[in-house]
């Protein structure tokens, strides 16, 4: 379990990095990128989507890493994003023609969601770590008899 919870520690600091660097440095980035910003309100919306969301997607695998009870669930949260980023790119690529900088970012995201997905099927919470079921509340008519 502690091998998945690094994983999803580096995750979450890999995508909470990226997104604030996203969030205070937009154009930059965007020129990195090969795009540019019409207005001040399409710089905004860069910054949401690309800087907000994967801050958001950050903090709760770090959450999650935080107790091994969530574990997997922060696993299956970073395999949903990451296989989604991976199949969008791979989509553009065959409709758009292929970069190898595309190539190698979609290399890279199908294994990080490949190995999310991996951990979240196969991670254990050790059973000493779990906390005790809650027992049932008894009504009033069992606990007299």
């Not at 795009?35 to 770090?62: K, N, V, Y």
């Not at 935080?66 to 970073?78: D, K, P, S, T």
Request: aromatic share 10%; hydrophobic share 55%; charged share 15%.
């Amino acid at each position: 379990m502690t091998f998945w919870r690094l994983v999803l520690v580096s995750l979450g600091l890999g995508y909470a990095g990226f997104g604030f660097a996203f969030l205070f440095s937009p154009s930059e980035l965007a020129a990195f990128l090969s795009l540019t910003f019409s207005d001040p309100s399409a710089r905004t919306d860069f910054r949401a989507m690309s800087g907000g969301l994967e801050i958001g997607l950050g903090g709760f695998m770090l959450a999650c890493a935080a107790r091994r009870e969530f574990v997997r669930i922060g696993l299956f949260a970073a395999a949903c994003g990451t296989v989604g980023m991976a199949t969008a790119r791979t989509v553009g690529m065959m409709l758009d023609g292929v970069a190898v900088s595309q190539v190698i970012s979609a290399v890279v995201e199908w294994a990080i969601g490949l190995t999310s997905t991996w951990g979240a099927l196969v991670a254990r919470p050790d059973l000493g770590m779990l906390p005790a079921p809650v027992a049932p509340a008894r009504d009033a008519a069992s606990s007299a008899r």
